[in-house]
């Protein structure tokens, strides 16, 4: 399944990197320094205990055309 995420705040981007780290095809729909960041870092979330769970293998775009259907 292919899924993407319009935004990477809070929600967008929690259930993003859950989705991604658990095998799915993510693509997050961003622009300006969080799009380059994603690129380059992959997608970080941080938990309330401090624990991180870094989900490298996602795609960023500032183009919904490059998502595909």
């Known amino acids: 399944m292919k899924i993407a995420i319009i935004g990477a705040g809070a929600i967008g981007g929690y259930v993003g990197v859950k989705l991604a780290l658990s095998g799915e095809d993510v693509t997050f729909i961003v622009r300006g320094a969080n799009l380059e960041a994603i690129r380059k870092d992959g997608m970080k979330l941080i938990m309330e205990d401090g624990t991180e ?3 490298r293998d996602v795609k960023a775009t500032n183009n919904y ?3 595909g259907p």
């Open 53 to 55: 769970h870094v989900a």
């Open 65 to 67: 055309d490059e998502v």
